[in-house]
Protein backbone atom coordinates (compact mmCIF):
# COMPACT_ATOMS: atom_id res chain seq x y z
CA UNK A 1 0.00 0.00 0.00
CA UNK A 2 1.21 3.86 -0.86
CA UNK A 3 2.21 5.73 2.25
CA UNK A 4 1.46 9.38 1.06
CA UNK A 5 1.08 10.87 4.59
CA UNK A 6 3.55 13.73 3.85
CA UNK A 7 3.29 17.17 2.83
CA UNK A 8 1.59 18.29 -0.42
CA UNK A 9 1.95 21.58 -2.43
CA UNK A 10 -1.45 23.37 -3.39
CA UNK A 11 -0.82 26.31 -5.23
CA UNK A 12 2.58 27.25 -3.58
CA UNK A 13 1.44 26.20 -0.01
CA UNK A 14 2.43 22.99 1.67
CA UNK A 15 -0.57 20.84 3.06
CA UNK A 16 0.43 18.13 5.74
CA UNK A 17 0.21 16.94 9.11
CA UNK A 18 2.55 19.10 10.04
CA UNK A 19 1.74 22.26 8.36
CA UNK A 20 -1.31 24.76 9.18
CA UNK A 21 -4.55 23.12 7.98
CA UNK A 22 -5.90 24.10 4.88
CA UNK A 23 -9.79 25.59 5.31
CA UNK A 24 -11.72 25.81 2.45
CA UNK A 25 -15.30 27.58 2.47
CA UNK A 26 -17.77 25.51 0.36
CA UNK A 27 -19.70 28.49 -1.56
CA UNK A 28 -21.53 25.31 -3.49
CA UNK A 29 -24.51 26.17 -4.79
CA UNK A 30 -25.35 28.80 -2.67
CA UNK A 31 -24.33 31.14 -5.30
CA UNK A 32 -27.80 30.71 -5.99
CA UNK A 33 -26.75 31.16 -9.71
CA UNK A 34 -26.20 34.78 -8.98
CA UNK A 35 -22.88 35.54 -10.13
CA UNK A 36 -22.31 39.24 -8.05
CA UNK A 37 -23.14 36.79 -4.94
CA UNK A 38 -20.57 34.44 -5.65
CA UNK A 39 -18.18 36.85 -6.03
CA UNK A 40 -19.06 38.70 -2.42
CA UNK A 41 -18.91 34.99 -1.29
CA UNK A 42 -15.33 34.77 -2.08
CA UNK A 43 -14.30 38.05 -0.93
CA UNK A 44 -16.30 37.38 2.57
CA UNK A 45 -14.58 33.56 2.40
CA UNK A 46 -11.00 35.25 1.72
CA UNK A 47 -11.74 38.08 4.27
CA UNK A 48 -12.79 35.51 6.78
CA UNK A 49 -9.76 33.57 6.64
CA UNK A 50 -10.34 30.60 4.14
CA UNK A 51 -7.49 29.20 2.37
CA UNK A 52 -9.58 27.86 -0.42
CA UNK A 53 -13.20 28.31 -2.15
CA UNK A 54 -14.96 25.67 -3.53
CA UNK A 55 -17.70 25.31 -6.23
CA UNK A 56 -19.51 22.75 -7.91
CA UNK A 57 -19.35 22.58 -11.87
CA UNK A 58 -21.49 20.43 -13.47
CA UNK A 59 -24.42 19.54 -15.52
CA UNK A 60 -27.89 18.77 -14.30
CA UNK A 61 -28.29 15.65 -16.92
CA UNK A 62 -24.69 14.17 -15.62
CA UNK A 63 -26.50 12.85 -12.70
CA UNK A 64 -30.49 13.32 -12.83
CA UNK A 65 -32.71 12.11 -15.17
CA UNK A 66 -36.16 11.84 -13.47
CA UNK A 67 -37.73 15.44 -13.52
CA UNK A 68 -40.28 14.43 -10.60
CA UNK A 69 -37.53 14.06 -8.05
CA UNK A 70 -37.92 16.58 -5.40
CA UNK A 71 -35.60 17.86 -2.54
CA UNK A 72 -36.59 18.89 1.40
CA UNK A 73 -35.14 21.36 3.22
CA UNK A 74 -35.40 24.51 6.01
CA UNK A 75 -35.64 27.60 4.86
CA UNK A 76 -36.82 30.87 7.27
CA UNK A 77 -37.91 27.79 9.98
CA UNK A 78 -40.34 26.19 7.43
CA UNK A 79 -39.61 22.87 5.40
CA UNK A 80 -39.44 23.77 1.64
CA UNK A 81 -39.85 21.17 -0.90
CA UNK A 82 -39.24 21.84 -4.90
CA UNK A 83 -37.91 20.30 -8.00
CA UNK A 84 -34.48 18.37 -7.62
CA UNK A 85 -33.98 19.44 -11.51
CA UNK A 86 -35.09 23.04 -10.82
CA UNK A 87 -33.01 22.98 -7.60
CA UNK A 88 -29.77 22.44 -9.71
CA UNK A 89 -30.38 23.83 -12.79
CA UNK A 90 -30.51 27.59 -11.56
CA UNK A 91 -26.86 26.72 -9.99
CA UNK A 92 -25.30 25.60 -13.35
CA UNK A 93 -21.49 27.59 -13.96
CA UNK A 94 -20.73 27.67 -17.57
CA UNK A 95 -16.70 27.66 -18.13
CA UNK A 96 -16.58 31.07 -18.61
CA UNK A 97 -18.28 31.75 -15.13
CA UNK A 98 -15.95 29.55 -13.55
CA UNK A 99 -13.11 31.26 -15.28
CA UNK A 100 -14.37 34.34 -13.74
CA UNK A 101 -14.87 32.91 -10.24
CA UNK A 102 -11.47 31.16 -10.44
CA UNK A 103 -9.66 34.74 -11.69
CA UNK A 104 -11.64 36.53 -9.02
CA UNK A 105 -10.13 33.88 -6.41
CA UNK A 106 -6.93 34.81 -7.22
CA UNK A 107 -7.22 38.49 -7.07
CA UNK A 108 -8.48 37.81 -3.26
CA UNK A 109 -5.71 35.58 -2.45
CA UNK A 110 -7.26 32.08 -1.85
CA UNK A 111 -7.08 28.97 -4.05
CA UNK A 112 -10.17 28.25 -6.34
CA UNK A 113 -11.29 24.44 -7.10
CA UNK A 114 -14.63 22.66 -7.89
CA UNK A 115 -16.05 19.75 -7.37
CA UNK A 116 -16.94 17.80 -11.06
CA UNK A 117 -19.46 15.34 -12.10
CA UNK A 118 -17.98 14.36 -15.49
CA UNK A 119 -14.77 14.25 -17.21
CA UNK A 120 -15.79 17.25 -19.40
CA UNK A 121 -15.58 18.79 -15.87
CA UNK A 122 -12.58 17.73 -14.67
CA UNK A 123 -10.77 18.44 -18.58
CA UNK A 124 -12.84 22.15 -17.46
CA UNK A 125 -10.73 22.38 -14.33
CA UNK A 126 -8.01 21.18 -15.29
CA UNK A 127 -7.77 23.61 -18.57
CA UNK A 128 -8.66 26.24 -15.37
CA UNK A 129 -5.53 25.12 -13.93
CA UNK A 130 -7.79 24.97 -10.53
CA UNK A 131 -5.49 24.28 -7.38
CA UNK A 132 -7.32 20.97 -7.00
CA UNK A 133 -9.61 18.54 -7.55
CA UNK A 134 -12.81 17.82 -5.35
CA UNK A 135 -14.69 14.85 -5.75
CA UNK A 136 -18.40 14.37 -3.93
CA UNK A 137 -19.13 11.33 -1.86
CA UNK A 138 -22.00 10.86 -4.21
CA UNK A 139 -19.27 10.30 -7.05
CA UNK A 140 -17.01 8.00 -4.97
CA UNK A 141 -18.13 4.95 -6.41
CA UNK A 142 -17.92 6.30 -9.96
CA UNK A 143 -14.42 5.32 -10.34
CA UNK A 144 -14.04 6.55 -14.22
CA UNK A 145 -14.19 9.76 -12.78
CA UNK A 146 -11.99 9.11 -10.12
CA UNK A 147 -9.25 7.91 -12.72
CA UNK A 148 -9.95 10.88 -14.82
CA UNK A 149 -9.07 12.68 -12.14
CA UNK A 150 -6.07 10.68 -11.15
CA UNK A 151 -4.74 11.60 -14.94
CA UNK A 152 -4.58 15.57 -14.25
CA UNK A 153 -1.50 15.01 -11.67
CA UNK A 154 -3.52 17.34 -9.40
CA UNK A 155 -4.38 16.84 -5.38
CA UNK A 156 -7.25 14.84 -5.48
CA UNK A 157 -9.53 15.13 -2.56
CA UNK A 158 -12.31 12.25 -2.29
CA UNK A 159 -15.14 12.56 0.57
CA UNK A 160 -16.36 9.04 2.17
CA UNK A 161 -19.82 9.92 3.12
CA UNK A 162 -21.88 7.01 2.86
CA UNK A 163 -19.22 4.61 2.31
CA UNK A 164 -18.01 1.44 3.40
CA UNK A 165 -14.58 0.00 4.01
CA UNK A 166 -14.51 -1.57 0.07
CA UNK A 167 -15.62 1.30 -1.40
CA UNK A 168 -13.08 3.74 -0.14
CA UNK A 169 -10.40 0.82 -1.19
CA UNK A 170 -11.98 0.42 -4.52
CA UNK A 171 -11.39 4.33 -5.36
CA UNK A 172 -7.73 4.87 -4.05
CA UNK A 173 -6.77 1.58 -5.91
CA UNK A 174 -8.63 2.90 -8.86
CA UNK A 175 -6.96 6.92 -8.27
CA UNK A 176 -3.75 4.69 -7.78
CA UNK A 177 -3.58 2.38 -10.52
CA UNK A 178 -4.55 5.22 -12.78
CA UNK A 179 -0.97 7.24 -12.06
CA UNK A 180 -2.46 9.63 -9.24
CA UNK A 181 0.03 10.61 -6.93
CA UNK A 182 -1.69 13.30 -4.28
CA UNK A 183 -4.28 12.13 -2.41
CA UNK A 184 -6.53 12.84 0.11
CA UNK A 185 -9.57 11.52 2.55
CA UNK A 186 -12.18 13.25 3.94
CA UNK A 187 -14.10 11.77 6.99
CA UNK A 188 -17.40 12.85 6.35
CA UNK A 189 -21.14 12.72 7.18
CA UNK A 190 -23.47 12.82 4.79
CA UNK A 191 -26.46 14.00 6.60
CA UNK A 192 -27.51 18.02 6.91
CA UNK A 193 -26.96 19.14 9.69
CA UNK A 194 -24.95 16.24 11.26
CA UNK A 195 -25.91 15.71 14.85
CA UNK A 196 -23.30 15.85 16.93
CA UNK A 197 -23.43 11.49 18.01
CA UNK A 198 -23.10 11.15 14.11
CA UNK A 199 -19.72 13.12 13.18
CA UNK A 200 -17.37 10.40 14.12
CA UNK A 201 -13.85 12.19 14.17
CA UNK A 202 -11.73 9.51 15.02
CA UNK A 203 -12.60 8.29 12.12
CA UNK A 204 -9.87 10.87 10.30
CA UNK A 205 -6.74 9.03 11.82
CA UNK A 206 -7.86 5.93 10.71
CA UNK A 207 -8.53 6.62 7.21
CA UNK A 208 -4.84 8.01 7.21
CA UNK A 209 -3.40 5.09 8.72
CA UNK A 210 -5.62 2.29 6.69
CA UNK A 211 -4.94 3.66 3.28
CA UNK A 212 -1.65 6.03 3.58
CA UNK A 213 -2.64 9.24 2.72
CA UNK A 214 -3.67 12.55 4.00
CA UNK A 215 -6.83 12.41 5.86
CA UNK A 216 -9.26 15.39 6.62
CA UNK A 217 -12.65 16.48 7.00
CA UNK A 218 -15.69 17.65 5.30
CA UNK A 219 -18.04 19.06 7.96
CA UNK A 220 -21.45 19.48 7.77
CA UNK A 221 -22.31 19.86 11.52
CA UNK A 222 -23.53 22.92 13.32
CA UNK A 223 -20.95 25.59 14.82
CA UNK A 224 -17.09 25.29 15.30
CA UNK A 225 -16.61 22.78 17.73
CA UNK A 226 -16.26 19.09 15.00
CA UNK A 227 -14.02 21.13 13.38
CA UNK A 228 -11.50 22.06 16.04
CA UNK A 229 -11.79 18.34 17.02
CA UNK A 230 -10.68 17.13 13.80
CA UNK A 231 -7.85 19.22 13.72
CA UNK A 232 -6.93 17.82 16.71
CA UNK A 233 -7.19 13.96 15.74
CA UNK A 234 -4.74 15.12 12.29
CA UNK A 235 -7.32 16.54 10.00
CA UNK A 236 -4.66 18.69 7.07
CA UNK A 237 -7.84 19.56 5.62
CA UNK A 238 -11.34 21.41 6.66
CA UNK A 239 -14.16 21.86 4.15
CA UNK A 240 -17.66 23.89 5.73
CA UNK A 241 -20.68 24.86 3.33
CA UNK A 242 -19.68 28.79 3.53
CA UNK A 243 -22.68 31.58 2.91
CA UNK A 244 -23.37 34.93 3.59
CA UNK A 245 -26.59 34.71 5.08
CA UNK A 246 -28.23 31.76 7.04
CA UNK A 247 -31.56 33.31 5.63
CA UNK A 248 -30.70 32.82 1.60
CA UNK A 249 -33.03 30.62 -0.11
CA UNK A 250 -31.88 27.51 -1.14
CA UNK A 251 -31.15 24.35 0.22
CA UNK A 252 -27.72 24.81 1.83
CA UNK A 253 -27.76 28.21 3.55
CA UNK A 254 -29.26 27.58 6.63
CA UNK A 255 -26.74 24.78 7.98
CA UNK A 256 -23.50 26.85 6.24
CA UNK A 257 -21.14 28.72 8.37
CA UNK A 258 -21.58 32.79 7.50
CA UNK A 259 -18.55 34.75 7.72
CA UNK A 260 -18.63 35.38 11.60
CA UNK A 261 -18.77 31.94 12.32
CA UNK A 262 -16.71 30.70 9.57
CA UNK A 263 -14.02 33.41 11.18
CA UNK A 264 -14.61 31.89 14.27
CA UNK A 265 -13.52 28.43 12.66
CA UNK A 266 -10.43 29.56 11.57
CA UNK A 267 -9.68 31.20 14.75
CA UNK A 268 -10.54 28.41 16.98
CA UNK A 269 -8.65 26.42 14.54
CA UNK A 270 -5.42 28.31 14.54
CA UNK A 271 -5.43 28.62 17.66
CA UNK A 272 -5.48 24.98 18.45
CA UNK A 273 -2.94 24.40 16.13
CA UNK A 274 -1.09 26.50 18.46
CA UNK A 275 -2.21 25.04 21.75
CA UNK A 276 -1.26 21.36 20.44
CA UNK A 277 2.53 22.20 20.37
CA UNK A 278 5.46 19.84 20.55
CA UNK A 279 5.44 16.06 21.95
CA UNK A 280 8.93 16.94 23.26
CA UNK A 281 8.71 16.45 27.05
CA UNK A 282 10.02 19.55 29.41
CA UNK A 283 9.31 23.17 30.26
CA UNK A 284 8.30 25.09 27.78
CA UNK A 285 10.49 29.08 27.45
CA UNK A 286 8.06 30.58 29.96
CA UNK A 287 8.20 27.89 31.86
CA UNK A 288 11.95 27.73 32.07
CA UNK A 289 11.79 31.54 33.14
CA UNK A 290 9.18 31.02 35.80
CA UNK A 291 10.75 28.01 37.58
CA UNK A 292 12.87 30.43 39.61
CA UNK A 293 9.68 32.28 41.07
CA UNK A 294 7.30 29.41 41.32
CA UNK A 295 9.32 26.44 42.39
CA UNK A 296 10.18 26.20 46.22
CA UNK A 297 13.41 26.10 47.97
CA UNK A 298 14.45 24.91 51.68
CA UNK A 299 14.50 27.97 54.41
CA UNK A 300 15.82 28.46 57.26
CA UNK A 301 12.82 28.06 59.65
CA UNK A 302 14.84 30.15 62.47
CA UNK A 303 18.03 32.85 62.65
CA UNK A 304 20.99 29.75 63.16
CA UNK A 305 24.74 30.40 64.80
CA UNK A 306 27.07 28.88 62.53
CA UNK A 307 28.00 25.23 63.56
CA UNK A 308 24.36 24.91 63.83
CA UNK A 309 23.36 21.04 63.34
CA UNK A 310 20.55 21.19 60.71
CA UNK A 311 17.47 19.40 61.62
CA UNK A 312 14.16 18.81 60.24
CA UNK A 313 12.96 21.19 62.24
CA UNK A 314 14.89 24.29 60.91
CA UNK A 315 13.79 23.65 57.77
CA UNK A 316 10.59 24.84 55.55
CA UNK A 317 9.30 24.61 52.24
CA UNK A 318 8.76 28.16 50.23
CA UNK A 319 9.40 29.84 47.29
CA UNK A 320 11.42 31.50 45.23
CA UNK A 321 13.26 28.10 43.48
CA UNK A 322 16.47 29.32 43.79
CA UNK A 323 17.99 27.04 46.40
CA UNK A 324 18.47 23.68 47.23
CA UNK A 325 14.76 21.68 46.25
CA UNK A 326 12.73 19.56 48.75
CA UNK A 327 13.31 16.04 47.42
CA UNK A 328 17.00 16.92 48.46
CA UNK A 329 16.12 17.66 51.69
CA UNK A 330 17.44 14.27 53.61
CA UNK A 331 20.98 15.28 52.36
CA UNK A 332 21.06 18.88 54.72
CA UNK A 333 20.02 16.62 57.83
CA UNK A 334 23.03 16.30 60.49
CA UNK A 335 25.15 19.14 57.94
CA UNK A 336 26.60 21.89 60.05
CA UNK A 337 26.16 25.81 58.73
CA UNK A 338 29.10 27.44 58.14
CA UNK A 339 28.09 31.04 59.44
CA UNK A 340 24.98 32.35 60.77
CA UNK A 341 22.14 32.54 58.70
CA UNK A 342 18.90 34.64 59.45
CA UNK A 343 15.16 33.25 59.61
CA UNK A 344 14.02 32.87 55.84
CA UNK A 345 17.63 32.35 54.24
CA UNK A 346 17.35 29.90 51.20
CA UNK A 347 19.90 27.63 52.22
CA UNK A 348 22.44 26.59 49.48
CA UNK A 349 25.05 24.17 49.19
CA UNK A 350 27.93 26.76 50.65
CA UNK A 351 25.93 27.28 53.88
CA UNK A 352 27.68 23.89 54.90
CA UNK A 353 31.42 22.49 56.11
Given at each position: MSNQTKSIQISGSNLGP???????????????????????????????????????????????????????YQNHGKEITESQWEMF?????????????????????????????????????????????????????????????????????????????????????????????????????????????????????????????????????????????ARVLGACFIEKHFTLDKNLPGPDHFFSADPKEFRELVNAVRTVEAAMGTTQLGPTQSESLGRASFRLSCLSTDDLAAGTTLELKHIAFRRPGTGIPPKQVEALLGLKINRAISRGHVLSWGDFK
Open positions: DQPCFIAAEIGLNHNGDMELARKSIEAAAAAGADGVKFQNYETADFLQDGTLTYTKRCELSVAQLEELKNHCERVGVVFFSTPTSKMGVKILEGLDAGLIKNGSDYLTNLDLIRCMASTGKLTVLSTGMATVAEIGDAVDAFRLAGGRYLMLLHCTSSYPTPPDEINLRRIPVLAKTFGCLSGFSDHSEGTTAAVG
